[in-house]
């Protein structure tokens, strides 16, 4: 049966609704990142029940050192507090009556936390081709900074009104760092003992939409969007066509008119996906959020202004 997107969103919305906090499986526990996600599609639709309980949540879930760790409750990895602040500080701004001050707390200790950690640094050398001493966020506390944790704190720190600190200024450089020369993203690498490594469309997407708005547009990301571009036509998980999705708009954005990539066909075929391997309330609230486009909560930011001469292009 063809999926209408219209009608899958109205039921979406309604199951969001009663099921705000979810895992990654039906059955699983509940985790940071889906909470988050559920959180967004809740401000994404003007659903403030939905929003008021995923966030507070999160908020019952944050350690005392202002993290929230992966499965809530529990000690580490923290890289999902950098969601939970974009959460907080979204229904922040849709809600303030319901938000309080509690809201407020939550995303200044999160930030608190994400400004007081790093990725190691590694010294130069011939093998890694990235500059290693560059300092974003790691996957785990003590290791080397990688694209997607760097990726999400910078875009929590934008959200959260310090996109001119330091540790921002400093992500921004790793993320274009880290553009392969053909274009798109590895998970943290360019290039290994002199092999150019492949790209990956996750980190790839989420690069672009870090960078979201980015002023003047750096030439390093034109090939990264003209990846995502051809990738868009294959089938895409979930997750990483949301991110995808997400990045395109953002790409496009000040250009009169737009790309022309058709979203529908597929965020249908993704939607037809997920029907036949069965319900996932976690990638289902991520493709309901990528479904509002340019009113993705995500993609609510003013310009991030880099300071550079060197206009480059994104056509």
């Known amino acids: 049966m063809e999926v209408n997107t219209a009608e899958w969103i109205q039921r979406q919305t309604k199951r969001l609704d009663s099921q705000p906090i979810t895992g990654y499986l039906p059955s699983g526990p509940p985790s940071a990142e889906s909470v988050a996600f559920a959180a967004l599609a809740a401000c994404a639709y003007q659903r403030p029940g939905a929003a008021a309980t995923a966030c507070r949540r999160l908020f019952e879930s944050q350690l005392a050192n202002g993290s929230v760790a992966v499965w809530l409750d529990d000690n580490g990895p923290y890289w999902p507090t950098s969601l939970a602040c974009i959460a907080w500080r979204r229904f922040e701004k849709l809600w303030p009556e319901q938000a309080k001050s509690w809201c407020r707390d939550g995303y200044e200790k999160g930030m608190d936390f994400l400004l007081n950690c790093g990725g190691e640094k590694i010294a130069h050398n011939d093998i890694i081709g990235h500059d290693t001493e560059l300092v974003g966020w790691p996957w785990v506390l003590g290791t080397h900074s990688w694209i ?56 790839s997407a989420m690069c672009v939409v870090a960078l979201h708005r980015i002023t003047p547009v750096p030439k390093e990301l034109g090939a990264t969007v003209h990846y995502l571009q051809q990738e868009l036509n294959r089938p895409i998980a979930a997750t990483s066509l949301s991110w995808t999705i997400h990045a395109l708009v953002s790409a496009a954005w000040n250009s009169e008119n737009g790309f022309e990539l058709e979203f529908d066909w597929p965020l249908r075929s993704a939607i037809e996906r997920l029907q036949v391997m069965g319900e996932n309330p976690h990638r289902q609230n991520q493709l309901m959020l990528a479904a509002r486009y340019r009113q993705s909560p995500l993609l609510d930011l003013p310009s991030l202004q880099t300071g550079k001469s060197n206009r480059g292009t994104l056509q």
């Not at 720190?157 to 053909?182: F, G, S, V």
Request: proline share 9%; hydrophobic share 40%; charged share 20%.
């Open 148 to 203: 997607e944790p760097t990726a999400m704190a910078l875009l929590a720190m934008r959200h959260c009104d310090r996109a001119n600190h330091p540790r921002a200024i400093e992500a921004t450089k790793l993320l274009l760092d880290r553009q392969l020369p053909t274009g798109g993203a590895n998970y943290g690498n360019t290039f290994v003992l002199g092999q150019v490594l492949r790209p990956h469309v996750l980190p």
